[in-house]
């Protein structure tokens, strides 16, 4: 199973979790030369760039601890050529989404722990 399936898989896990909670899902897999963005989401005031982190277990440590000065960076500079490209009065966001799935895509039982505000 390759990296990209299991992204896909937990991208897809946060989304749901996302739209159960009342946010509404504005795009995904966002692109650009300079960095990427997982999920855009709305919810009231907010447009929220989250990154999602999926890991097996916490064994090597938990999964926002991934997400890197060097990938906020990333992240930061593809929402705002994002915010570019998508007029919005809406207040920047953004959330971390730890995804954690034993057995990977083929994990019955997923955690989700939803970060606001992460950085």
């Not at 899902?25 to 963005?37: A, F």
């Not at 039982?109 to 970060?115: G, L, S, T």
């Amino acid at each position: 199973m390759g990296t990209n399936e299991l992204g896909a898989f937990g991208e897809k896990k946060a989304a749901n979790y996302l739209r159960l909670h009342g946010y509404r899902i504005v795009d995904t897999n966002c692109r650009y030369r300079q960095g990427e963005i997982d999920i855009v989401a709305q919810k009231r005031d907010y447009i929220v760039f989250v990154e999602v982190k999926l890991r097996k277990n916490k064994d090597y440590g938990e999964a926002r601890e991934f997400v890197t000065p060097a990938k906020q960076k990333r992240v930061i500079i593809a929402a705002q050529l994002w915010l570019q490209q998508h007029e919005t009065d809406k207040q920047p966001r953004f959330d971390v989404i730890e995804v954690y799935a034993p057995e990977g895509t083929s994990s019955r039982k997923v955690i989700i722990n939803h970060i606001e505000n992460a950085f």
